[in-house]
């Protein structure tokens, strides 16, 4: 069942938080669901740019309606990730999707929240919400390289006018995240102190992390073990650090990344191991099973597993 993401989000905030999934083919839409209701979790379902162009946007729209027939036990959202203003208009008008992110976070302050505002207009007139971005993550955001160094944490002061001003539903911050598989090169890690403050200025408010993937350490050396060149060393977000974050009001962790090591992984083992197979359908299905495991491993840490019964009882079909 495709829910509102505010209903989502009202169940969980300050107990736990919804892994937002990023899905691209159908072996990742049924490993998704498949772990989702093993793991017994509401989640959120989101599709980027580049997802809605690999092959078309109503493929997208045609897995996640048969998926939704399939698993009818699941409670879901679909979200626009990392949108430009033009999308998220597209996606509102579609009346498929639960929520948008309107991503202007490169754009000044006051720019930012203009367009944050158009988007807000028309995305609450249609009864969809928006996620809206505040700070720089590190690490390659759409096309723009953002220097780790550079990265900017979202202000909390800041924080809290744009919320008001915009009249944004969520807010995506930059807490010391960045996107893809090279993160922190030191001892970085999320910053709780950042997170704390904001909470205090936004108290109740649902909170996002971007580049939330964990990058384990053994998938990147099964993949170049396989014949991958990944860079080693680098590391993800510790993922016990979800449910911590979860308490402090981040109630969205998106997860893209560890789910593309996954598949890597798989498909360089399975045609290392049997080098005469040209079978696609043997990867895929050791892959759609490996992502289910991964996506109720990550549900444990997020502590969204287990609340799919709970969260029915305050949901509606959206
Ligand atoms: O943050 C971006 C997500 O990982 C989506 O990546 O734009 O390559 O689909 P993508
Ligand atoms: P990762 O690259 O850490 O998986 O982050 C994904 C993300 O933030 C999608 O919006
Ligand atoms: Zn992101």
Same mark, same amino acid.
């Given at each position: 069942?495709?829910?509102?993401?505010?209903?989502?989000?009202?169940?969980?905030?300050?107990?736990?938080?919804?892994?937002?999934? /990023?899905?691209?083919?159908?072996?990742?839409?049924?490993?998704?669901?498949?772990?989702?209701?093993?793991?017994?979790?509401?989640?959120?379902?989101?599709?980027? #740019?580049?997802?809605?162009?690999?092959?078309?946007?109503?493929?997208?729209?045609?897995?996640?309606?048969?998926?939704?027939?399939?698993?009818?036990?699941?409670?879901?959202?679909?979200?626009?990730?990392?949108?430009?203003?033009?999308?998220?208009?597209?996606?509102?008008?579609?009346?498929?999707?639960?929520?948008?992110?309107?991503?202007?976070?490169?754009?000044?302050?006051?720019? /930012?929240?203009?367009?944050?505002?158009?988007?807000?207009?028309?995305?609450?007139?249609?009864?969809?919400?928006?996620?809206?971005?505040?700070?720089?993550?590190?690490?390659?955001?759409?096309?723009?390289?953002?220097?780790?160094?550079?990265?900017?944490?979202?202000?909390?002061?800041?924080?809290?006018?744009?919320?008001?001003?915009?009249?944004?539903?969520?807010?995506?911050?930059?807490?010391?995240?960045?996107?893809?598989?090279?993160?922190?090169?030191?001892?970085?890690?999320?910053?709780?102190?950042?997170?704390?403050?904001?909470?205090?200025? =936004?108290?109740?408010?649902?909170?996002?992390?971007?580049?939330?993937?964990?990058?384990?350490?053994?998938?990147? #050396?099964?993949? /170049?073990?396989?014949?991958?060149?990944?860079?080693?060393?680098?590391?993800?977000?510790?993922?016990?650090?979800?449910?911590?974050?979860?308490?402090?009001?981040?109630?969205?962790?998106?997860?893209?990344?560890?789910?593309?090591?996954?598949?890597?992984?798989?498909?360089?083992?399975?045609?290392?191991?049997?080098?005469?197979?040209?079978?696609?359908?043997?990867?895929? #299905?050791?892959?759609?099973?490996?992502?289910?495991?991964?996506?109720?491993?990550? /549900?444990?840490?997020?502590?969204?597993?287990?609340? =799919?019964?709970?969260?029915?009882?305050?949901?509606?079909?959206?």
């Amino acid at each position: 069942m495709i829910v509102t993401t505010k209903q989502l989000f009202a169940h969980a905030y300050g107990k736990y938080a919804l892994g937002a999934y /990023n899905i691209n083919n159908l072996e990742q839409v049924m490993g998704l669901f498949r772990g989702c209701i093993d793991s017994r979790a509401p989640f959120i379902i989101q599709l980027s #740019k580049g997802a809605r162009s690999y092959t078309d946007k109503r493929m997208l729209e045609a897995m996640i309606r048969a998926a939704e027939e399939i698993f009818p036990e699941a409670v879901f959202a679909v979200h626009l990730d990392h949108g430009d203003e033009q999308t998220c208009y597209e996606c509102i008008e579609s009346g498929f999707y639960s929520s948008v992110m309107i991503d202007a976070s490169h754009d000044p302050f006051d720019e /930012n929240i203009a367009i944050t505002r158009r988007v807000v207009e028309a995305a609450h007139a249609r009864g969809v919400s928006v996620e809206a971005e505040l700070g720089m993550l590190g690490g390659v955001e759409e096309d723009i390289a953002v220097d780790e160094k550079n990265a900017m944490l979202t202000d909390p002061d800041e924080a809290k006018v744009f919320v008001e001003r915009s009249g944004c539903d969520s807010l995506a911050c930059a807490i010391g995240t960045s996107h893809g598989a090279y993160k922190f090169s030191g001892s970085q890690g999320l910053h709780f102190d950042r997170i704390k403050a904001i909470q205090a200025q =936004l108290p109740g408010f649902p909170l996002v992390m971007h580049g939330s993937s964990s990058v384990p350490q053994d998938e990147v #050396k099964r993949i /170049n073990e396989s014949g991958g060149k990944l860079k080693e060393g680098a590391k993800g977000v510790d993922p016990n650090q979800y449910l911590p974050a979860s308490k402090l009001g981040v109630c969205k962790v998106n997860i893209d990344t560890d789910g593309r090591l996954v598949w890597t992984r798989v498909h360089r083992e399975y045609f290392l191991q049997k080098p005469e197979d040209f079978d696609l359908r043997g990867p895929g #299905k050791v892959f759609m099973g490996e992502y289910a495991k991964f996506i109720a491993s990550r /549900n444990e840490l997020l502590g969204s597993a287990g609340q =799919l019964d709970s969260v029915r009882e305050t949901v509606t079909q959206k």
